[in-house]
Nanobody, 116 residues
């Protein structure tokens, strides 16, 4: 059974930082791409960052480039999203995704609120 469990969300002031974690079980991250997505209040889902399993190439949304960093620790089967210089417009539920030829799996999300 595949499970993705996000953690690390919370309330942070503008300019602050948070690190989200996603514990993945049931798939080997050596062979599955990973990504972080978000859904802000009243808006559609937006891709934030993704990492290929084949060559580790990474892509970021323009809105987070230079501020967010995606990474993974394969030994722990854990994915991270380091978020710096947070802005109120980063407020959203953040979801972890693991996808590949044989499936597409999502976590339930963790809420990030950026507010003073």
């Amino acid at each position: 059974q595949v499970q993705l469990v996000e953690s690390g969300g919370g309330l942070v002031q503008p300019g602050g930082s948070l690190r989200l974690s996603c514990a993945v079980s049931g798939v080997n991250l050596d062979y599955w791409a990973i990504g972080w997505f978000r859904r802000a209040p009243g808006k559609g889902r937006e891709g934030v960052a993704c990492m290929s399993s084949s060559d580790g190439s990474i892509a970021y949304a323009d809105s987070v480039k230079g501020r967010f960093t995606i990474s993974r620790t394969n030994a722990l089967n854990t994915v991270y999203l380091q978020m710096n210089s947070l802005k109120p417009e980063d407020t959203a539920v953040y979801y972890c995704r693991s996808y590949g030829m044989y499936g597409d799996y999502w976590g339930k999300g963790t809420l990030v609120t950026v507010s003073s």
